[in-house]
């Protein structure tokens, strides 16, 4: 398995610009995850979606901030228009649900390697 | 106050070093504890789990979970200039997938 794919990993923007970021869960999982991570607040819960559908978005900073998963394999983040207080690294993560008929497993999160975000 | 707290560090440690990393958190509610691992600039992988009290062993990993005190540990024993590393502590309720994370400790063994 390819694990958690997400583009771009390194992105420098203006401030007032647009940027999405994009994420690829792991094929069958059904919870997806966005954290923002940083040295003085550490790994923030932006969004999570369950079965496509998001659950709690309470973490989003401001409407400045969205995030779609329009089907189980894409998701993305977007930031318009970004600010240089949103440089950050920015995680995506998916797992499958606790339990999961005919499956042992511990709802372990699967980080993708992240998106590195600068905004001058 | 956060529902993870953890101390930052940094920590620094010489090879071959017994290490201990500590989480404390509010929520009662919580049965699931899990430490990561982050490498330098790469995202975090799962070390360690444990459900609800008691240790956990892995080679040469030891995990203690302490709901009494809401208290979780992490302890490498042999520490190697490998083990170098963002640890976070993770939490989660039984219902529902959302987990609650620690800032992160980062060590550092020296050889």
């Known amino acids: 398995d390819a694990g958690v794919i997400q583009s771009p990993r390194h992105e420098v923007t203006e401030m007032g610009q647009e940027v999405t970021l994009r994420c690829k869960p792991i094929s069958g999982h059904n919870s997806l995850f966005w954290y923002r991570q940083t040295m003085m607040r550490g790994l923030e819960l932006l969004i999570y979606f369950n079965n496509n559908v998001p659950i709690d978005d309470s973490g989003m900073p401001e409407d400045r901030f969205s995030a779609k998963m329009p089907n189980a394999s894409f998701s993305t983040l977007k930031i318009q228009p970004s600010e240089p207080r949103d440089s950050a690294v920015y995680f995506c993560?998916?797992?499958?649900?606790?339990?999961?008929?005919?499956?042992?497993?511990?709802?372990?999160?699967?980080f993708g390697e992240g998106s590195r975000l600068t905004v001058l | 106050q956060k529902e993870v707290e953890q101390d930052p560090g940094p920590l620094s440690v010489p090879e071959g070093a017994i290490v201990s990393l500590n989480c404390t958190y509010s929520?009662?509610?919580?049965?699931?504890f899990m430490w990561y691992r982050q490498y330098s600039r790469k995202g975090p992988e799962l070390l360690m789990y444990t459900y609800s009290s008691g240790n956990k062993e892995d080679g040469r990993f030891t995990a203690q979970v302490d709901k009494s005190s809401k208290y979780i540990s992490l302890f490498i024993r042999d520490s190697q200039p490998s083990d170098s590393a963002t640890y976070l502590c993770?939490?989660?309720?039984?219902?529902?997938?959302?987990?609650?994370f620690g800032t992160g400790t980062s060590l550092t063994v020296i050889p």
């Open positions: 993770a939490m989660s309720e039984g219902a529902g997938n959302q987990f609650y």
């Open positions: 929520n009662s509610a919580f049965q699931y």
């Open positions: 993560a998916s797992s499958l649900d606790r339990g999961t008929s005919g499956r042992r497993n511990t709802g372990e999160l699967f």
